[in-house]
């Protein structure tokens, strides 16, 4: 199985602050990796698709990218509504595997 | 719009059974594969079990293969999961999701609201 190793598992930063977080694949995924956001007591919600896609309707503030087996989500300026925990997930083979997950918080 | 209401939760005890099902709607249903995803109470996403648009393909998590059955009527718009043998560790609310394509790799663009499944005594 493909494991996905997700940092931090938790943040806090202030309103305008340039988020980041990290997902590490245990082995060659090549882009098939989605981001995808899940505010408290709400189903998850896609946000990035094939590691850098964002998908319809997502503020252009979230993106992503990819460097060889390693995967980076960028808030490049956080909103009190992006208060959330944030997975990621490998679409390589099956199993298909999340993240740990990382949970977002304002200062 | 597309909408995905799932049901059948409910608390039950280990070695028991439990069907649940997902309704959609807002979309032709039978042009998509469809996943269940996990998610045990304070904890991350676990991936459970796939289907592709025509059934052709089904695929199982480890913790889950031989004791669950995915299935579709895609007659009824109808996605369904048949959890046999349930353990304390399958309690979770379940989700069902709708893969961006006919197939049974990719990414979830619906989520339903998830349906809760406690097993304990």
């Known amino acids: 199985d493909i494991q996905m190793t997700q940092s931090p598992s938790s943040l806090s930063a202030s309103v305008g602050d340039r988020v980041t977080i990290t997902c590490q694949a245990s082995q060659d995924i090549i882009n098939y990796l989605n981001w995808y956001q899940q505010k408290p007591g709400k189903a998850p919600k896609l946000l990035i698709y094939?590691?850098?896609n964002l998908d319809t309707g997502v503020p252009s503030r979230f993106s992503g990218s990819r460097s060889g087996t390693d995967f980076t989500f960028t808030i490049s300026g956080l909103q009190p509504e992006d208060i959330a925990t944030y997975f990621c997930?490998?679409?390589?083979?099956?199993?298909?595997?999340f993240g740990g997950g990382t949970k977002v918080e304002i200062k | 719009e597309v909408q995905l209401v799932e049901s059948g939760g409910g608390l039950v005890q280990p070695g028991r059974s439990l069907r649940l099902s997902c309704a959609a709607s807002g979309f032709t249903f039978d042009d998509y594969g469809m996943h269940w995803v996990r998610q045990p109470p304070g904890k991350g996403l676990e991936w459970v079990s796939l289907i592709t648009s025509d059934s052709g393909t089904v695929g199982y998590a480890d913790s889950v293969r031989g004791r669950f059955t995915i299935s579709r009527d895609n007659a009824k718009n109808s996605l369904y999961l048949q959890m046999n043998s349930l353990r304390v560790e399958d309690t979770a609310l379940y989700y069902c999701a709708k893969l961006h394509s006919s197939g049974y790799l990719g990414y979830f663009d619906s989520w339903g609201q998830g349906t809760l499944v406690t097993v304990s005594s």
């Open positions: 094939d590691a850098s």
């Open positions: 997930q490998q679409y390589n083979n099956v199993p298909l595997t």
